[in-house]
Nanobody, 116 residues
Framework: VQLQASGGGLVQPGGSLRLSCAAS????????MGWYRQTPEKRRDLVAS???????YYADSVKGRFTISRDNAKNTVYLQMNSLKPEDTGVYYC???????????WGQGTQVTVSS
């Protein structure tokens, strides 16, 4: 499956952005979609994830500010980011882990910059 990420941009502290990750096909088996933020050391840290059963996970740093959701009709997962802080800045990647087919797919990154 191919993933297309979008929605990044420049926003002031306290602002909001919504990232989208569209999959090229319907994934019928159990899968987990996650959003990752790349650190300056090029490590990709998990920010939030959602399973095909709609169970969610959030990193402590974003709890209460970010919301991950999915629209199965559009094969799309969203990351609503509110109350953004400068430390949220980075390149955000979406990843899908399809446990049925044992396949991991990454989307291209989308840059989020939080700055005044």
């Amino acid at each position: 499956v191919q993933l297309q990420a979008s929605g990044g941009g420049l926003v002031q502290p306290g602002g909001s952005l919504r990232l989208s990750c569209a999959a090229s096909e319907i994934i019928r088996s159990y899968n987990v979609m996650g959003w990752y933020r790349q650190t300056p050391e090029k490590r990709r840290d998990l920010v939030a994830s959602i399973t095909s059963g709609d169970s969610t996970y959030y990193a402590d740093s974003v709890k209460g500010r970010f919301t991950i959701s999915r629209d199965n009709a559009k094969n799309t997962v969203y990351l609503q980011m509110n109350s953004l802080k400068p430390e949220d800045t980075g390149v955000y990647y979406c990843k899908n882990r399809d446990y049925g087919r044992d396949v991991t797919s990454w989307g291209q990154g989308t840059q989020v910059t939080v700055s005044s």
